[in-house]
């Protein structure tokens, strides 16, 4: 039987146009717009911190500012997880993000190693948007481990960097750090 050559095309056509519905494009190594499977990673110090306490400080006036924003500048993304460790000012500064979006938030241990703990995030959240909030001593460890990369250390007076690592479904990883 021989095929007609228009049909031949259109039959390559179709199944060229499955393929490309479902392979990834990354342009500039960015994850495509709207890609429920690629998974970003917002990792940040806590906000300032208050004098109310010397061993657990709440948030200052300045840092439930800053957290604000952070929830505020998260609003319109799909938030599946937030984690911070166990002290006020971190909780405090995950909280309006966590609760904006209907979650609670996660404690871990900052003493664990940042290795591990960014194993356990890549394996426990494959889409989504993730906020990690940590400590200046741990942020970088923690953003390096996802990434795979070198990751500036945070000073002890820095409390506005943003690191985002998004990773695309093919394991393709890109690091933005911005200010907030």
Known sequence: MRMNPL???LMVAALSAGGCATRDTNVGGQ?????VRATTFV????????TDDPKDPSLSEAGRARAQRAS???????????????YRRTRMTATDTAQAHGLEV????????????AAR?????????????????????????LCGCAVTPV????YDRW????????GEVRLEETRY
């Open 7 to 9: 049909r031949g095309l």
């Open 31 to 35: 994850p495509p717009q709207g890609d």
């Open 43 to 50: 990792i940040v110090r806590h906000a300032e911190k208050g």
């Open 72 to 86: 505020e500048r998260l609003a319109d993304e799909r938030v599946t997880a937030t984690y911070a460790t166990r």
């Open 106 to 117: 996660t404690i871990y241990d900052a003493s664990q190693p940042a290795a591990d703990f």
């Open 121 to 145: 995030l890549r394996r426990e959240h494959a889409a989504g948007l993730v906020l990690v909030v940590g400590h200046s001593n741990t942020v970088a460890d923690i953003a390096g481990a």
């Open 155 to 158: 000073r002890e007076d820095e």
């Open 163 to 170: 690191i985002e690592i998004r990773i695309a479904a093919n």
